[in-house]
C-alpha cells in the first residue's frame, strides 16, 4: 500500500488548485494532509466525504490556523484527536488513526516561530507526543508516523545548514529530539533508503522563492518502527508536485 503526506497550507486553497480531483485520480491508499486551517463549519460534502475515501479531521480553536485530516481508502477501527494536553489538543495537531495491522499518526508539529518564541512549546509538544508513542509501543502497536516535523535533522537535510544553525528549525535542541526518537527505534524512511544523498527537499519558502533555486529544507517525514523496517518497499519525496510551499512525501509498505 502507498501513503502519503502533504502540508498542504491550506485546504480550501488547495482546493481551487485541484485537491480533489487529484485525491479522486487515486494517488494513494491513505493520504495525510496538515495545516488544512479550516474550522468544521466550512467543511462540505466535498470535503467530508470524498469519493472512495473515508475522512477525518482535527481542527484548530483558532481559526484559519493549524489542522490535519486523513482520506483513507479503508476505515480505521478507531481515531483519536488528543494527546491528553489542553494546550496541545487545541490546536488540532494530530490524528491517530488504529488499523488492524498497525496505528498510524498524521501530525503536524508546531513551528518555533519567529525569533523563536514557541520553541519551547514545540519542544513540550515534541515531548509529550513521544511519551505518547512509546506508551503504545509497549503494549506492542506497529506506529506509522507521517507528517510537517518542522525540523531538519542533519546538515544535509538542508541547503543552507550553516547559516540556519541559530533558527527554529535547525536548532540543536530540535535536532536532538529527531535522534532520540530514531535512538528509541524508529526510522526515518527516506534516509533508511537515501542514505548520504544530498539535494532532497520537501519545503521552500515562499517569501524568498526558495523553489525556482531549490533552497530548500527536508522537514517532512516518514518514521515507522523498526519491527515494520522489513516491511518498507520505497520512500519517495513528490518534489514536482505543486500547490503549496511543501510537497508531498510518502512510503510503500506491505502491508
Known amino acids: ?3 502519503l503526506s502533504w502540508n498542504i497550507n491550506g485546504i480550501r486553497a488547495a482546493e481551487g488548485k485541484g485537491f480533489f480531483n487529484w485525491l479522486q485520480s487515486g494517488p494513494a491508499e491513505i493520504v495525510c494532509v496538515q495545516e488544512t486551517k479550516a474550522q468544521p463549519e466550512q467543511l462540505t460534502e466535498k470535503f467530508l466525504k470524498p469519493e472512495g475515501y473515508h475522512s477525518f479531521w482535527n481542527s484548530a480553536e483558532r481559526k484559519g490556523y493549524s489542522g490535519v485530516a ?3 481508502q479503508t476505515e480505521p477501527l478507531s481515531v483519536n484527536r488528543d494527546l491528553g494536553f489542553k494546550e496541545f489538543d487545541c490546536e488540532g495537531r494530530m490524528l491517530q488513526l488504529e488499523f488492524k495491522d498497525y496505528t498510524l499518526f498524521n501530525v503536524y508539529f508546531p513551528n518555533g516561530s519567529s525569533g523563536n518564541v514557541r520553541v519551547p512549546y514545540k519542544m513540550g509538544f515534541y ?11 509497549k503494549k506492542g502497536k506497529r506506529l506509522i508516523i507521517c507528517g510537517d516535523v518542522n525540523t531538519a535533522h542533519e546538515p544535509i537535510d ?3 545548514p550553516k547559516e540556519n544553525e541559530k533558527n527554529t528549525g535547525f536548532l540543536p535542541e530540535e535536532r536532538a529530539w529527531i535522534s532520540t526518537l530514531i535512538s528509541k527505534g524508529y526510522i526515518d524512511t527516506f534516509r533508511s533508503r537515501h542514505p548520504n544523498e544530498p539535494g532532497h527537499y520537501s519545503w521552500w519558502d515562499y517569501k524568498t522563492k526558495a523553489r525556482e533555486r531549490d533552497v530548500g529544507w527536508r522537514i517532512d517525514y516518514f518514521f515507522i518502527s523498526n519491527d515494520l ?3 518498507l518497499k520505497t520512500a519517495f519525496i513528490l518534489k514536482d508536485m505543486l500547490g503549496s510551499d ?10
Open 229 to 231: 523496517e522489513s516491511k
Open 70 to 72: 486523513v482520506f483513507t
Open 127 to 137: 515531548d509529550a507526543f513521544l511519551k505518547h508513542i512509546e506508551r503504545l509501543r
Open 246 to 255: 511543501h510537497c508531498p512525501v510518502g512510503i510503500e509498505i506491505a502491508l
Open 1 to 3: 500500500m502507498k501513503l
Open 158 to 160: 538542508l541547503a543552507r
